[in-house]
């Protein structure tokens, strides 16, 4: 079965510091993955994704993300932490099994970042 | 571009009511899909239109439909409510082939 997992529940750093969200994932074929964010009541803000190519992807707000296929990993990072960074984060990965935009995700990380 | 809009924003219903929930996607996205994303957990699909007809399920029963219409817009329905329908309803807009969702705001279902 296709499926992403989030090892983490919550993620707490310091301002400035680096902070990484782990994701791993299985699935057939080459993996679409993506991650995003969630602010308290609202919906999913998309941050960035990986398709093919460089397995280093930037995205929004100093976001980025490392795929390592061999480990089956597209973790989320950002070199200093911002206090405005706190927030859900989910990683998701489209379903390789059928030809459409369905995306199944993570359970989400919780990033705390402190003052 | 007022990216993808849902309505209403917060719902309180009964037990065995039915509800309808509305979506319009994002200029240009001519694919819309549900999610339900209960306290807690990551977002579950539901469904996707594409050109007015239903192009993928999810593992939800079929008191769970939907609809969509020419102009892209979509509708959910849920039939006789449960508890556990409790959750955020959020939908996602897409255009074929780009592989990136844009999520609304959601609806938050309550059953009481």
């Known amino acids: 079965a296709q499926s992403v997992a989030q090892p983490e529940d919550q993620v707490n750093v310091a301002e400035g510091n680096p902070l990484t969200v782990k994701c791993t994932y299985s699935v057939s074929g080459n993996p679409y993955l993506f991650w995003y964010v969630q602010y308290p009541n609202r919906g999913l803000q998309f941050l960035l994704k990986y398709i093919t190519g460089d397995n280093l992807v930037k995205g929004s707000y100093g976001f980025e993300a490392e795929f390592n296929k061999s480990q089956t990993s597209f973790h989320l990072k950002k070199p200093s932490a911002l206090v405005s960074d706190s927030a859900l984060y989910f990683c998701a990965v489209r379903d390789s099994l059928y030809n459409t935009d369905k995306l199944i995700f993570g359970t989400g990380t919780r990033l705390q970042v402190f003052p | 571009d007022a990216g993808v809009t849902q309505s209403p924003t917060h719902l309180i219903k009964t037990r065995g009511q039915q509800v309808t929930l509305r979506c319009s996607p994002k200029?240009?996205?001519?694919?819309v899909s549900w999610y339900q994303q209960a306290l807690g957990q990551g977002p579950q699909f539901i469904f996707q239109?594409?050109?007015?007809?239903?192009?993928q399920r999810g593992n939800f029963p079929d008191r769970f439909s939907g609809h969509q219409f020419p102009n892209y817009s979509s509708e959910l329905n849920v039939n006789a409510l449960l508890l556990g329908d409790s959750a955020l309803y959020l939908c996602?807009?897409?255009?074929?082939?780009?592989?990136?969702?844009?999520f609304g705001p959601g609806t938050r279902l309550t059953v009481t």
């Open positions: 996602a807009s897409s255009a074929d082939s780009t592989y990136e969702q844009y």
């Open positions: 200029s240009g996205h001519d694919t």
């Open positions: 239109y594409y050109e007015e007809e239903e192009r």
